[in-house]
């Protein structure tokens, strides 16, 4: 299913794949002067491109790699010969298909590999210049769209919400802040942030700045708790308390553990 709302001049597409009659997990993409900022998982490709039939679409740009972000280019690309932009290091992820979890098969499903370009510094649409800014940290080759005069920033999965519990084993939290920083020092002083997850935040910088002193607190704290000779079990207990329900869903895929394990490692970021 598709639902849409507009922020200016910005289309937001929300889709997710409807299971038991309920919809399963929401991803956005955004529409913006003929750029399309990612393409959502293969259980909604074809409803996209239905749904963007009536639209102007020049090109796409993905974030990242992941399979929820990039399933709808194979075939906009085959229908539209719409160019595909992407980081270098997301380029030959991209042109494999990837190995997924029970859950993300479920939730997203497999993406047909395409052949991206690599993105320069920027992207230009007719109206806009969107800065690319690359920020590691979620996965390799992931970028942040931004444009300055408007004060748009599209986030993709750098910002998922102020306060995570959970991370993958493969995010590490040391370049998500690295990342955080950076982009607080590209963007103007007030931007609307658009997420991958669906929200639209005008309050964009606070809500970055929130997460950022969030996950540098956490972080200290855990690394503290460490060198006090606390084992990870007391260590969730004593910051997060429960282990989130995700890491059972996921077969300990998102789950606070992989948190702790991440501020624990490349500590020298
Ligand atoms: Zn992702």
Redesign the pocket.
């Known amino acids: 299913m598709i639902e849409i709302q507009k922020y200016g001049e910005v289309l937001q597409i929300r889709m997710s794949r409807v299971f038991n009659g309920q919809p399963l997990y929401w991803v956005a993409a955004y529409l913006v002067d003929g750029l399309l900022i990612d393409s959502g998982c293969q259980h909604t490709a074809q409803e996209l491109v239905d749904f963007l039939a009536d639209y102007h679409v020049e090109q796409i740009v993905n974030t990242?790699y992941?399979e929820?972000?990039i399933a709808a280019n194979w075939l906009l690309h085959q229908q539209r010969q719409l160019p595909m932009y992407a980081h270098r290091d997301s380029l030959p992820l991209m042109r494999q298909v990837p190995t997924l979890y029970p859950y993300q098969e479920i939730a997203w499903g497999y993406p047909q590999p395409v052949d991206a370009q690599e993105l320069g510094p920027v992207i230009k649409t007719p109206h806009y210049t969107f800065e690319v800014l690359h920020t590691p940290g979620?996965?390799p080759g992931h970028v942040v769209l931004l444009e300055n005069e408007q004060g748009w920033c599209f986030s993709?999965?750098l910002f998922i919400s102020e306060r995570p519990k959970v991370l993958r084993p493969e995010e590490n939290v040391h370049e998500i802040m690295k990342s955080l920083r950076y982009l607080l020092s590209c963007a103007p002083d007030e931007f609307a942030l658009f997420t991958?997850m669906g929200q639209i935040l005008p309050q964009g910088r606070q809500a970055v700045t929130n997460l950022l002193s969030y996950l540098q607190s956490v972080t200290q704290q855990i690394i503290n708790l460490h060198h006090s000779g606390h084992s990870i079990d007391d260590i969730r207990h004593t910051v997060f308390g429960r282990e989130s329900r995700m890491a059972e869903l996921t077969n300990g895929q998102f789950s606070v553990n992989n948190l702790i394990n991440s501020a624990l490692t490349h500590c020298n970021l």
Do not use: A, M, N, P
């Open positions: 990242h992941h929820d972000h979620h996965c993709g999965d991958s």
